[in-house]
């Protein structure tokens, strides 16, 4: 059997600009790291490479003017009362400018403790000092100030969101709840910003007689000859520069698809691709769930389609082969996994195995190879994803 099992390489590329060929870039990229490091690329290895060069090889940029005159198409320039967006500099401040540019008035509706990501404004213990419950209690912001003061800083970023999001514009007002129709008392239009949870804000907001939409209903065509998404909108867009921002890729299922192919012509061999963007995971520390983008892989060939289906090697080692030991234990562990059923779902050996798409999980590992600064690796090449105890 195989000693190593996955290996996962970041893999330089030169700085990505608007029209470059990014599909042999990476091709060629990836072929030559593997001639200068002196790995093979074998069937079913994985290459992943993040949205956020193949979106700026797309140049699917929009500036605040063109999200805005978007927005007025919706709204005609009325108050809009905007709810639970995630506090960023990065995803949300270039967006709220947008907003209050195209309007009146902003009524802004913050979640509390924390966004919907985990990022947080005050914390559990001074709710349960001050004795509020977030399921009931709402405020404009002169009441939240007074209970919890100014104490209200990200214990990362160090950054005062409420203070922050003020500052896009003299007509923005502050209010919390965490009830999503509380935002009807200040206004009837509304852009729910929530990522994960937006489908069930919309209806809810619906059913209480309010024209609200969601981010990815904003840039779906271009402005102006803009960029745009046409499932997406704004939705995964992060900030690039004061004016503007980079919105998710478009055509992912073409360049991923296309990569295989060109893979498959100069070097025979059967790999899959993937584009990636936040990992799936959760922060134990500052209980930020990192996942910012709409969705981890907003394409993949279909290699990379479903969830493992893995057995619990602990689990067999415990049970069904207790009484052995050594090449006799592995001999019989191996055996029983080739003859694995072709899913293990409700079986008690795969218990204790990450119930997630492969999509998912790969994406995450990608994440955390990559990183989100200087490392300069948006390609990450992974080997032995799919192997496993038996694999020779």
């Known amino acids: 059997m195989r000693t190593i099992g996955t290996v996962a390489r970041g893999i330089r590329l030169p700085v990505i600009a608007p029209g470059d060929d990014l599909e042999n870039i990476v091709v060629d990229s990836v072929l030559n790291a593997s001639k200068q490091e002196n790995f093979e ?10 949205e956020a060069v193949v979106a700026r090889a797309q140049g699917n940029y929009a500036t605040i003017d063109d999200i805005a005159l978007d927005i007025k198409k919706h709204f005609n320039g009325e108050p809009i009362g ?5 506090f960023s500099r990065n995803r949300f401040s270039i967006i709220l400018k947008a907003i209050s540019k195209a309007t009146s008035k902003v009524y802004l509706q913050l979640s509390y403790p924390s966004d919907e990501v985990g990022n947080h404004i005050i914390s559990l213990d001074q709710m349960d000092e001050k004795n509020i419950d977030p399921f009931k209690d709402s405020f404009d912001e002169k009441g939240f100030r007074e209970i919890f003061g100014n104490d209200t800083m990200h214990q990362f970023t160090g950054v005062d969101y409420i203070d922050f999001y003020k500052s896009f514009g003299d007509n923005i007002e502050i209010i919390f ?26 209806r809810i907001l ?8 969601t981010l990815d209903e904003i840039m779906n065509s271009p402005e102006n000859g803009s960029g745009y998404n046409e499932e997406y909108g704004v939705l995964g867009s992060n900030k690039a520069g ?12 073409e360049f991923v698809n296309n990569i295989k192919n060109k893979i498959d012509k100069i070097a025979g061999k059967d790999i899959n691709v993937m584009i990636y963007g936040d990992g799936a995971f959760k922060d134990p520390v500052g209980k930020i769930w990192e996942l910012a983008d709409p969705v981890v892989s907003p394409a993949y060939t279909e290699g990379l389609k479903g969830t493992p289906n893995e057995l619990k090697l602990k689990y067999l080692a415990d049970t069904k082969f207790k009484d052995l030991k050594g090449e006799e234990l592995k001999d019989e562990l191996v055996k029983y996994i080739k003859q694995k059923d072709d899913s293990l779902v409700g079986q008690m050996e795969s218990e204790g195995t990450t119930p997630r798409k492969i999509t998912d999980l790969v994406g ?15 390609v990450v090449v992974i080997q032995g994803y799919f192997d496993n105890y038996s694999s020779l």
Do not use: M, W
């Open 41 to 50: 690329l074998r069937d079913k290895d994985i290459i992943a490479v993040t």
């Open 242 to 253: 004061e004016d503007k921002v980079k919105l998710f890729p478009r055509n992912c299922k």
């Open 177 to 202: 709840s965490n009830d999503p129709r509380y935002i009807l008392n200040y206004s009837k239009n509304v852009i729910a910003c929530d990522i994960h949870t937006r489908k069930r804000t919309k």
């Open 206 to 213: 619906q059913n209480a007689n309010s024209k609200a939409i």
């Open 364 to 378: 995450s590992l990608c994440d955390l190879i990559s990183g989100s600064g200087d490392k300069g690796t948006p």
């Open 82 to 86: 905007v709810i639970f967006p995630i």
